[in-house]
């Protein structure tokens, strides 16, 4: 019994010490900027609101991480536009498409909106740039902005990141 009773204390103090630990670098970014595509070349989607970081910074498209290590992001999008087809959503590090990130979204109709989500882990060194693409299959699709009246404006995009243990 005191065995075990020493063996439960311990591991509480384990937990509680790795308990008590935050992230190091993080970010949280969004964009109020209506963002369609006017061909269907890739464009790197705009931030231009930072609403909380840490030892991460964001310059318009590129965020840059402050120190290495693993880091979790996702992009979430509100997809739509005055016309018809695809949107696709896709991370970039150093300029390279992140393998297995692109996502897409039909739109058939153009009332309609939807989110689009794109996320992955990436090992990052300090100084590395991330970067979030969209592209349409037609003109007019992409990242929209929704002002419902008395609420809070739906961005077009919110990132978050967060580095990882």
Do not use: H
Not at 91 to 107: A, F, P, R, W
């Amino acid at each position: 019994m005191k065995a075990i009773f020493g063996a439960f204390f311990m591991s509480a103090m384990l937990l509680a010490s790795v308990g008590g630990a935050s992230a190091t670098s993080y970010i949280q970014a969004s964009s109020t900027e209506e963002q369609l595509a006017t061909d269907t070349k890739p464009k790197a989607v705009t931030m231009n609101s930072v609403d909380a970081k840490k030892n991460i910074t964001l310059d318009k498209t590129v965020i840059r991480v402050n120190e290495s290590g693993a880091f979790f992001f996702v992009a979430a999008a509100q997809v739509g536009g005055k016309g018809k087809g695809l949107v696709r959503m896709w991370m970039k590090i150093n300029g390279k498409d992140v393998d297995n990130s692109n996502t897409e979204q039909l739109i058939t109709d153009p009332e309609f909106t939807a989110v689009l989500v794109c996320q992955g882990v990436a090992e990052v060194k300090r100084g590395d740039k991330v970067e979030v693409f969209f592209s349409g299959s037609a003109p007019g699709v992409g990242l929209v902005v929704k002002k419902p009246a008395g609420e809070p404006v739906v961005p077009s995009i919110i990132l978050s990141g967060w580095r990882i243990d």
